[in-house]
């Protein structure tokens, strides 16, 4: 971290998909007839900051909101409520002058490299696309840029004439990283960037993210549910359940001492290389539903230590120490003698 200021900050996002049907089922409903509008809730209340020269790593199990959360920082998704502070200016509503050069600076790179890659273009065109439209590199120097761009994420310049078909899972992927990287970006958004890929390419594109980490200015969001890769490429982790923070903290803090019965949960069912023989340990229940999520607590159908005031009331995020936080009702003495 080389600031104390954040580069990125999210302030109460929330974010709603709101089911519409046909015609005719908005006309029953204006009569007040028939089912209800469903609105699903997937991120609800999220304060989070990035600082200029961090990873920072955002876990929790599938439909937790992570990928929703991805797509608002680099502008994809617009919030339904809350603020997006990209060096201090709020960029949801901005200008669309400004707005441009914002979204400019927060990329992304997807899960899938192949279905982010046009067929029928040739890799080092894709590239170098997005330099060249907003005047970051000339035509006289395409092909010069386009091989430095390459050969920094560890892809040979003669393979740009290829087309996405021709290369491997791995090689995609960084062509990805590497269309990311050539518009010069302040942060990157990393989403599940190495589920799709075989355990040896997987380690190859953490190497290369590790290499890209030695630049102090670089600055990433890494979201995954690989809680071995997150502590592997992280220097702060958020879990998230179901659209709220449950916890945040320094990754070997966390992975040495979770608090929140969630991470512990996480961590328990992360597979390790252990000789000795123990029980592979799930999390009870199964995840509700987003469309009508539990009162108070949303984790509370499925903690071993839920208490009654869990079923009542939200518990709000509290700090156990520094950059340590933590959304539990356990951490609250009152609340237990309340229980």
């Known amino acids: 971290m080389t600031s104390d200021i954040p580069l990125l900050e999210l302030k109460d996002i929330s974010r709603r998909f709101t089911r519409y049907d046909g015609f005719f089922h908005r006309l029953a409903r204006a009569a007040h007839v028939g089912q209800p509008v469903e ?48 060096q201090g200016k709020n960029i949801v509503g901005m200008p669309e002058a400004e ?59 003669d393979l740009a004439n290829r087309f996405p078909h021709a290369l491997s899972g791995g090689q995609r992927q960084r062509v990805g990283i590497a269309r990311a990287l050539a518009v010069e970006p302040e942060c990157v958004v990393f989403d599940e960037a190495v589920a799709a890929l075989d355990v040896s390419i997987q380690a190859q594109i ?30 702060r982790v958020v879990i998230l359940y179901l659209g709220q923070v449950v916890e945040v903290a320094p990754t070997r803090r966390l992975f040495q001492r979770p608090h929140h019965p969630y991470s512990r ?18 999390i009870k229940g199964e995840l509700p539903s987003p469309l009508n999520p539990p009162a108070g607590c949303q984790f509370h159908p499925r903690c071993p230590l839920a208490m009654d005031i869990c079923k009542r009331a939200a518990p709000p995020i509290r700090s156990l120490d520094k950059d340590h936080l933590v959304a539990c ?4 003495g009152a609340a237990q003698e309340a229980a």
């Open 99 to 157: 707005a441009r050069q914002a979204r400019l600076k927060l990329q992304m790179v997807f899960q899938n490299p192949h279905a982010t890659l046009n067929p029928r273009r040739r890799i080092g065109d894709t590239i170098i696309e997005g330099a060249l439209a907003h005047g970051l590199v000339s035509r006289k120097d395409t092909q010069e840029a386009t091989a430095a761009a390459m050969m920094r994420v560890g892809l040979q310049p």
């Open 206 to 235: 953490l190497n290369l993210l590790v290499n890209l980490r030695k630049d102090t200015s670089f600055t990433s969001v890494f979201i995954s549910h690989d809680l071995n890769v997150v502590r592997y490429i992280s220097d």
């Open 39 to 86: 609105n699903l809730v997937a991120l609800s209340g999220i304060n989070l900051s990035v600082f200029k020269g961090e990873t920072v790593g955002i876990v929790g199990e599938s439909g937790c909101g992570k990928t929703t959360l991805g797509r608002i920082v680099v502008q994809l998704l617009n919030p339904s409520s809350g603020k997006v502070l990209f």
């Open 265 to 282: 949960a996480l961590l328990a069912e992360a597979p390790k290389l252990d000789p000795r023989k123990r029980e592979f340990q799930t």
């Open 329 to 332: 009702h356990l951490d609250d």
